[in-house]
């Protein structure tokens, strides 16, 4: 069956600290794999996304991800947290024109 | 600048009332999808059509309907709203292949729908 995983249902970081929030998979073909952000009260933006090529991509501020096919993971990182940064974190694996998402990381940042 | 939106915004509504959500998007894609939010259970997918007169069902279509008769819209009927629907329900659409950045969904600014 497809599924995403994100195991952790919510995260504090420091302003400052760096984050790693962890996203697991099960497709059974080549995944096509998506981080988005939703702030509080708005849609969701698409932070990056992988569909082949360098295991390692970059998103917009200042995000990445690395693909890992022998562990089923697509984490994300980001080296130094923002207090804007706040906001819940989706992982997404798609095939042919559809998605299936994660249930999601909400990101608290202490100053 | 294309877009994508949604109306209304929020919706108070009774139980047993038929309703409509309405999607409008500007990005001529020809794929556009609804999708539920609730928590704990992240993003689930309600309907989805891939064109004009095409709608097919996901995971949790019970109670929903779609109908697409042109390129630029895609409203959700709740055929007799419950209380199970009171959720935040998203709209989203994206490229066919061929048609550009593949798989990628852009989404709208949600609207929230509460059944009494």
């Known amino acids: 069956a497809q599924s995403v995983t994100q195991p952790d249902i919510h995260i504090t970081v420091s302003e400052g600290a760096s984050l790693e929030l962890r996203c697991n998979y099960s497709?059974?073909?080549?995944?096509?794999l998506f981080w988005y952000v939703q702030s509080p009260g708005q849609g969701l933006q698409l932070l990056l996304k992988?569909?082949?090529?360098?295991?390692l991509v970059q998103g917009i501020k200042g995000f990445e991800a690395e693909f890992k096919r022998s562990q089923s993971s697509f984490n994300l990182r980001k080296p130094s947290v923002h207090w804007s940064d706040a906001a819940e974190y989706f992982c997404?694996?798609?095939?042919?024109?559809?998605?299936?998402f994660g249930a999601g990381t909400r990101l608290a940042v202490h100053p | 600048d294309a877009e994508i939106t949604q109306s209304p915004r929020h919706k108070i509504t009774e139980t047993g009332r038929q309703v409509t959500l309405a999607c409008h998007q500007t990005?001529?894609?020809?794929?556009m999808f609804w999708y539920r939010q609730d928590l704990g259970h992240g993003l689930r997918l309600i309907h989805y059509?891939?064109?004009?007169?095409?709608?097919n069902k996901g995971e949790v279509s019970d109670g929903y309907s779609v109908s697409r008769s042109n390129t630029e819209d895609l409203p959700l009927t709740l055929e007799s709203a419950a209380s199970s629907q009171t959720s935040v329900y998203f709209c989203?659409?994206?490229?066919?292949?061929?048609?550009?950045?593949?798989?990628?969904?852009?989404f709208g600014p949600g609207t929230r729908l509460t059944v009494t």
């Open positions: 997404a694996v798609g095939g042919y024109n559809k998605l299936i």
């Open positions: 989203a659409s994206s490229p066919a292949v061929g048609q550009g950045k593949s798989y990628e969904q852009y």
């Open positions: 059509s891939y064109g004009v007169q095409d709608t």
């Open positions: 990005w001529n894609h020809n794929n």
């Open positions: 497709y059974g073909a080549t995944p096509y």
């Open positions: 992988y569909f082949s090529g360098d295991t």
